[in-house]
T-cell receptor, first 115, second 114 residues
């Protein structure tokens, strides 16, 4: 079974703090993604990575950065957390199933509250 | 660009009712289409998928057919249960070379009452 794990299920931080959200997948997938999920807005792509040390901006990268030093780990960094970054953060990796279809596998999510 | 539009929720049904959640898309090329489900407090799980026109994806009593002529992928279930209460996301994915480009709808909340 594909496993995507996220370091925390719930996190509470203060405005201005530097925040690290970690995501690990155990299936040697090359592509990994970070989304945020907000009511009424669905999933919005923040950043994605095609391979180690490679990253691409998604639709809403402002206020975020990412790090991919090892293939299995993709970190999302909030350099200076703000209250409007309170959200659910979802990590995903891309895998190709036996039929050749690319699909995403998601982690359980981290609910971040910035006070 | 690619986009996915799904009906707004919440959809509220009684147990054993018939469910339809509408989803339409715009995309270049020939995307794969997906339905994901998110139960309370959890991440998204793949529910079903279809990779080409007229394909029908099915899982756990849910079905959706890839309709290229109407650019739709509506989710249906003949008899819903309370345990089906969740948020459902329609999505499309395009693979181009080494890259994978996903696009999600905004999600539709389903509430099933006993």
């Amino acid at each position: 079974d594909v496993k995507v794990t996220q370091s925390s299920r719930y996190l509470v931080k203060r405005t201005g703090e530097k925040v690290f959200l970690e995501c690990v997948q155990d299936m040697d997938h090359e592509n990994m993604f970070w989304y945020r999920q907000d009511p009424g807005l669905g999933l919005r792509l923040i950043y994605f990575s095609y391979d180690v040390k490679m990253k691409e901006k998604g639709d809403i990268p402002e206020g975020y950065s990412v790090s991919r030093e090892k293939k299995e780990r993709f970190s999302l960094i909030l350099e200076s957390a703000s209250t409007n970054q309170t959200s659910m953060y979802l990590c995903a990796s891309r895998y190709r199933d036996r039929g050749g279809t690319d699909t995403q596998y998601f982690g359980p999510g981290t609910r971040l509250t910035v006070l | 660009g690619n986009s996915v539009t799904q009906m707004e929720g919440p959809v509220t049904l009684s147990e054993e009712a018939f469910l339809t959640i509408n989803c339409t898309y715009t995309a270049t090329g020939y995307p794969s289409l997906f339905w994901y489900v998110q139960y309370p407090g959890e991440g998204l799980q793949l529910l079903l998928k279809a990779t080409k026109a007229d394909d029908k994806g099915s899982n756990k009593g849910f079905e959706a057919t890839y309709r290229k002529e109407t650019t739709s992928f509506h989710l249906e279930k003949g008899s819903v249960q309370v345990s089906d209460s969740a948020v459902y996301f329609c999505a499309l994915g395009r693979s181009a070379g080494g890259s994978y480009i996903p696009t999600f709808g905004r999600g539709t909340s389903l509430i099933v009452h006993p």
